[in-house]
């Protein structure tokens, strides 16, 4: 296929961030340049999570994208690169027919980057097949730190909810930890839960996926017992980014 469509962005650092994040859970995916925006739906190597990234048309100075295309990229270099963009400078995506990605960035002069389109053999997940039974809206900040908290603690962090109650927390034999938040307080800006549910999951992975608490000032989780988590990072007319992860089924 014969493509050239062009992409600019004046303040790249919602692209660096995110993908710097992403580059931490998978090194290899699928973006795709469309009407609407570019996005990627990708699992990990060992299919324990799934990330899910948008960023929207609106984000871009100009975006014009002439046909759907499917860019197969290693996102650790994509992230090299982009770490090289200051936050004042201009980014231009350049997709042509020739098997590379170009980015220029124009700042204290002008540079440019060349990437190659690889081939990427991962099948994008079914997520549109889950349902979660209730979702909790948070602070950001709350998210980070609850984690950070079940980080000193153990390798696993456990998921509780209920319609009037939030809870996370870690433990072994020894030590613990607990954040705990009820419907009113503060930092817990909305819970829908019909039921109580609980769950585990893996914590190398959750805190990672929990950098991207820096992109947005709220954060939805959306889970059930043994069931995967969604979290979703959303800025309104630019990003969304979101993880699926897979329970760590308790015996």
Known sequence: MIFMSSLTLTNADVLKN????????????????????????SPDRTMVAVVDFKLLSTAFEEYKVDNQVEVGLNITNLSNILRRVKGTDKLTI???????????????????????????????????????????????????????????????????????????????????SQLELK???????????????????PLDYLKKMAKACKLTNQVSLEFGTDYPLRLSFKELDKVNLSFILAPRVED
Do not use: C, H, W
Not at 18 to 41: R, Y
Not at 120 to 138: A, N, T
Not at 183 to 201: H, S, W
């Open 18 to 41: 995110a993908v710097a994040i992403i580059s931490e859970i998978i090194d290899e995916g699928v973006f795709t340049f469309g009407p609407n925006g570019m996005s990627m739906l």
């Open 183 to 201: 419907k009113g307080d503060n930092g817990l800006l909305d819970i829908k839960m019909q039921e109580p549910v609980r769950a585990r999951y």
């Open 94 to 176: 350049n997709l042509e027919s020739k098997g590379k990605v170009e980015l220029v960035v124009e700042g204290d002069g002008k540079r440019r980057f060349e990437l190659p389109i690889i081939n990427v053999s991962l099948e994008k997940p079914p997520i549109d097949q889950l349902v979660f039974p209730g979702r909790i809206d948070l602070e950001s900040g709350i998210l980070e730190s609850g984690v950070e908290d079940a980080g000193v603690i153990g390798d696993s962090v456990i998921f509780e909810a209920s319609p009037e109650l939030f809870k996370l927390s870690a433990k072994t034999d020894t030590t613990s």
